[in-house]
């Protein structure tokens, strides 16, 4: 018997509960020893629930219950939840854990932790919830550079995006309507301008490339400011617009971003829509890897830390391949990457091309503005180019 236990009852502490419980037999049969979840933690108290009989308040009973074997924080944030992670994993527990927040800030530093004590800190519910994406990095693609991870790592934002493009609704009133469906928060602004995808994105890098990329250092752009004539203008050009992180080799340097992106029907993003989530990895031998599924929700979600428990299990005192240096990764400033802009804007033909030379024209029957796609220049070009030319309306990156 293994047991377990799990920090927070929230929505995901509750799935994680239900699954253990539902899938006891399966899960014996995959671990090779039953788990028990011998405690909850929690300050609200849940009475007639089923956690209630394994439910407690103070961490320190878990902390210090040398038969607690892994620890599954499921709370969110960074307090408590960090202080309680570092004290589970030096006292050589393990511990598995949904919290992006958490392990953007400090994953290199609790894995060295856990390993350091030959036990395990997993996360592979911290990106795309329910894709398994993390392990596949860590143990699968092992053979490979990972020359490109492109991701829309938010369900929210996609959801708003897709009904956007389907419904050519606005953005304030598809926000509303997500609010009213529970699928955005009431507090929306993680989600729509990409603070909880740029984490994500940093996970992914960070694990891609052994070092820890800083989610304070990558280019961060959210969706609040694409319009209903966005979109006319994305269907002019039969392309859809998505809010993508990426993490690229570009030459010698790597670039990383979220932003808002034009995606042609060909890209293995195009058809990912609505709550779901995708990433596409890019191996310099295996070629275009693309995983696609439910990035949240209860279960989706706690299928993922379930399966870190199982992992953490099978390893018990032996710690599993994450590569995942303290020492930072450094960046290209993004100011230097180069890609095409579709550019509105209340200019003349002729003024377009004095800045920004030959254009390709996309006519989506909007009057007093032209619209226009680029050749490839560099950010900084752009933002040159486009303070000259001036009455810019909108500008979006075109992804290749
Ligand atoms: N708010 C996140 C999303 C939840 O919309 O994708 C999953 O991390």
Partial sequence: MIKVAILGYGTVGSGVFE?????????????????????????????????????V????????DPEVEVVIEVMGGLKPAYDFVKSALDAGKSVCTSNKELVAKYGAELVRI???????????AAVGGGIPIIRPINM??????????TGILNGTTNYILTKMDK???DFESTLKTAQDLGYAERNPEADIEGYDAVRKIAILASLAKGKTVDFEEVYTEGISKITAEDFKYAKAMGRSIKLLGKC???DDVVVASVAPRLLAPDHPLYNVNDVVNGILIRGNMVGDLVF????????????????DVVDSIRHLNVPTTIIWDEEKLELEDFSKSRKKFFVRAKVSKEEAESVFGSVEYIDAGIDGEIGFITDKIS???????????GKVVSRIRVEA
């Avoid at 092992?142 to 991870?149: F, M, P, Q, S, Y």
């Fill in 19 to 55: 699954i253990i419980n539902e899938n006891k037999e399966l899960l014996t049969a995959n671990t090779g020893d039953e788990i028990q979840i011998k405690y909850v933690l929690d300050l609200r108290d849940f009475p007639g629930d089923p956690c209630e009989k394994v439910l």
């Fill in 114 to 124: 856990a390993h350091s004590h030959n036990r395990n800190f997993l996360f592979e």
């Fill in 167 to 169: 419904e050519g609704a």
């Fill in 140 to 149: 699968h693609i092992t053979a490979d550079k990972i020359c490109e991870i």
């Fill in 248 to 250: 690229k080799n570009e």
């Fill in 292 to 307: 696609i599924g439910s990035g949240a929700g209860k279960l989706p979600t706690a299928s993922a830390v379930v399966s």
């Fill in 57 to 64: 308040h103070d961490y320190n009973i878990i902390l210090n």
């Fill in 379 to 389: 950010e900084e070009d752009f933002e040159e180019k486009a303070d000259r030319l």
